[in-house]
T-cell receptor, first 114, second 115 residues
Framework: GDSVTQMEGPVTLSEEACLTI???????????LFWYVQYPGEGLQLLLK?????DKGSNKGFEATYRKETTSFHLEKGSVQVSDSAVYFC?????????????FGTGTKLQVIP | DAGVIQSPRHEVTEMGQEVTLRCKPI?????LFWYRQTMMRGLELLIY????????DSGMPEDRFSAKMPNASFSTLKIQPSEPRDSAVYFC?????????????FGSGTRLTVV
């Protein structure tokens, strides 16, 4: 079945450092890929998405490129802020069978220190 | 749109009591999902509905759990009787399908504590 593997956390960075959170996936079809963010005490929020190979999703300074050849969708940000501290979930969406099934990774906690 | 609305935000109950969690999805969304999140098991899909009809409840842990969606704007997740191991954050999410990947919109969750 479909699966998502993301790097284990927690990841601790100083403010203005570069961020990369690795995500790889396994899928038999042609999934869409997502990053969700969960701030403390809140639900998951869609951060960015990419629907086909070589697409780049971006939002709030975060970027991720859909790499079919390496089955990856790594999340990057050039300069993190304390307010980026949250848990980040990689996910894939497979629309086989006429419904949208989303498979989530286990989440990576990011802590940004001043 | 107010987003996906869940109530209550927090629930503390005694073991053996019935618990009902509520969810109002985004108007027009035709899929509704119930998830449970714990530190040990992460995010687990319990059940999802399409056009108010339950499609897959294979994630419901036991017969103590049941979910209903009587109309397009309301769903409930019930636990009867509740047990301490049911303590978790329960999320409701809704989405549009039709083959176009919009992603999910999550509610803020209900933190359930069973003592």
């Amino acid at each position: 079945g479909d699966s998502v593997t993301q790097m284990e956390g927690p990841v601790t960075l100083s403010e203005e450092a570069c961020l990369t959170i690795n995500c790889t996936y396994t899928a038999t079809g042609y999934p869409s890929l997502f990053w969700y963010v969960q701030y403390p005490g809140e639900g998951l929020q869609l951060l960015l998405k990419a629907t086909k190979a070589d697409d780049k999703g971006s939002n709030k300074g975060f970027e991720a490129t859909y790499r079919k050849e390496t089955t990856s969708f790594h999340l990057e940000k050039g300069s993190v802020q304390v307010s980026d501290s949250a848990v980040y979930f990689c996910a894939l969406s497979d629309t086989r069978g006429g419904y949208q099934k989303v498979t989530f990774g286990t989440g990576t906690k990011l802590q940004v220190i001043p | 749109d107010a987003g996906v609305i869940q109530s209550p935000r927090h629930e503390v109950t005694e073991m053996g009591q019935e618990v009902t969690l509520r969810c109002k999805p985004i108007s027009g969304h035709d899929y509704l999902f119930w998830y449970r999140q714990t530190m040990m098991r992460g995010l687990e899909l319990l059940i999802y509905f399409n056009n108010n009809v339950p499609i897959d409840d294979s994630g419901m842990p036991e017969d103590r759990f049941s979910a209903k969606m009587p109309n397009a704007s309301f769903s409930t997740l019930k636990i009867q009787p509740s047990e301490p191991r049911d303590s978790a954050v329960y999320f409701c999410a809704s989405s549009l399908a039709g083959g176009i990947p919009y992603g999910y919109t999550f509610g803020s969750g209900t933190r359930l504590t069973v003592v």
